[in-house]
């Protein structure tokens, strides 16, 4: 007898398998099945920039202390660098979150993966050109920007898009990631441009002003309306408070940081005015640290280490708080030594330990929930996240002045690009399945 089925398996429909059904009979990798969700697609592209990018730079710093590698470079290695690791997967993993997240945040209609394939290809193809592009000719280099900036500003666009078609009334955090988009096309164009006219000083201010005035402000908006919201669902006890003088202070020093990599363009500043902006910076730093790191207890730190997955997310963003204050005590000792120190250690805490932690816990958390599975931290995922928070103290530590600092950055590249490849490749394996239950994301 012909049995009939439902898309829940009940008998009804003839010769139709239920979705549970067909995700069991289909366990195959499939590329057109990252066209199912945004994230899929935006996380999986993301993936594989940040691996090649963390591969790429262990082999550099390899061939910085041994004669086994020897690589040819047309640009500096460390803007190739720092460019890729601010542009490169980042807005890849807003993309992939964003357009999930977004339509929810301004109640309207989400956007079909396959709207965003183009400009993420073009981002994720120049950036792989970028990458390689500076040990082959600098015209691979300028042209991968190129194409990287076209798929950015396009992203820009239609996120602008959803929030333009929104009749929510708080729209605050979907408009300031809108803004903080805008301010990484015109970062970007502006590294562009610079590359071109082969001003490097500048080309990097341009790279530094997209981490703080884009990647820093996309993920303390992202932050300030997820955490207390995550926080309370997996612990009711705990109230969702999110004031919005908090997401101020966060931006506030996001523009102060931008704004400091322009007023120190040609180096720490020299002459009368040097004391008195060192103390100055120095005060708001830790000023602005100390807030953070007591909001970050406020917002249930302590309380987080029950759940590993929501800890993940309490640590990355208690790093911000870090970062802030390791950066305001670094002026306080350049004022008391009458030079910078540490400045790199301070960055590196920013970037690897609170945007490497987030990164990490929110793409896995997004990834656990949308394929199906329980919304925990396991095993691999609870190590991978302390092998970050290693190659984070590694990198600080390393930023030290001190003779053997430069033997360090080997072994920090390679911890980090191996915890990049096993997550990566990881995650990469679930965004090409149907998910196990046959529902939909």
């Known amino acids: 007898m012909l049995k009939t089925f439902n898309l829940r398996g009940n008998p009804l429909t003839p010769g139709r398998p239920s979705a549970e059904v067909l995700a069991a009979l289909d366990r195959h990798w499939r590329p057109r099945y990252l066209l199912i969700a945004p994230h ?64 929810k945040w301004l109640r309207v209609e989400p956007l079909e993966a396959r709207a965003l394939l183009v400009p993420l290809l073009l981002q994720a193809g120049g950036w792989l050109l970028w990458v390689s592009g500076i040990h082959i000719h600098m015209f691979m280099v300028l042209a991968g920007l190129t194409l990287a900036l076209s798929g950015l500003a396009r992203i820009t666009w239609l996120f602008w898009r959803l929030v333009w078609r929104s009749a929510e009334s708080d729209r605050l ?109 120095g005060g708001f730093e830790l000023v602005a640290g100390g807030v953070l790191l007591w909001l970050a207890q406020v917002w249930g730190l302590t309380q987080s280490l029950k759940n ?60 656990c929930g949308h394929s199906g599975r329980a919304q925990v931290a396991d095993r691999i995922a609870w190590t991978l996240f302390w092998l970050v928070q290693l190659a984070t103290l590694l990198r600080i530590t390393a930023a030290a002045q001190s003779t053997w600092a430069s033997w360090l950055l080997l072994p920090t590249a390679m911890i980090w690009a191996g915890t990049m490849a096993v997550w990566g490749t990881r995650l990469a394996n679930w965004y090409g399945r149907l998910r196990p239950d046959g529902r939909p994301g």
């Open 173 to 281: 955090h979907a408009r300031t990631v809108g803004v903080a988009c805008l301010v990484g096309c015109i970062s970007l164009g502006g590294l562009l441009a610079n590359l071109v006219l082969g001003a490097t000083t500048v080309a990097m201010a341009c790279v530094l002003t997209g981490l703080w005035g884009f990647v820093v402000v996309v993920f303390v908006t992202v932050a300030h309306r997820m955490i207390p919201f995550f926080t309370s669902n997996a612990m009711p006890f705990i109230t969702a408070w999110r004031p919005f003088w908090a997401l101020g202070v966060m931006l506030a020093a996001a523009v102060f940081e931008a704004v400091t990599v322009w007023v120190e363009l040609d180096g720490p500043l020299r002459g009368p005015m040097a004391h008195f902006w060192m103390l100055a910076r």
């Open 308 to 367: 590993r997955l929501l800890a993940m997310l309490h640590f990355g963003f208690l790093w911000l708080g870090l970062a802030l204050a390791l950066g305001g005590a670094a002026q306080i000792l350049g004022l008391l030594q009458d030079a910078p120190v540490l400045s790199l250690g301070s960055l590196h805490a920013l970037t690897m330990g609170c945007l490497g932690s987030l990164m990490l816990a929110m793409v896995t958390r997004v990834s």
């Open 40 to 103: 899929r697609l935006g996380f999986f592209l993301a993936m594989v920039v940040l691996m090649v990018s963390s591969v790429w730079w262990a082999l550099v710093q390899l061939d910085r202390v041994s004669v086994a590698v020897v690589l040819p470079y047309t640009a500096s290695p460390t803007l190739v660098h720092a460019a890729v690791m601010t542009f490169g997967f980042m807005p890849l993993f807003f993309t992939g979150f964003l357009f999930t997240a977004a339509p």
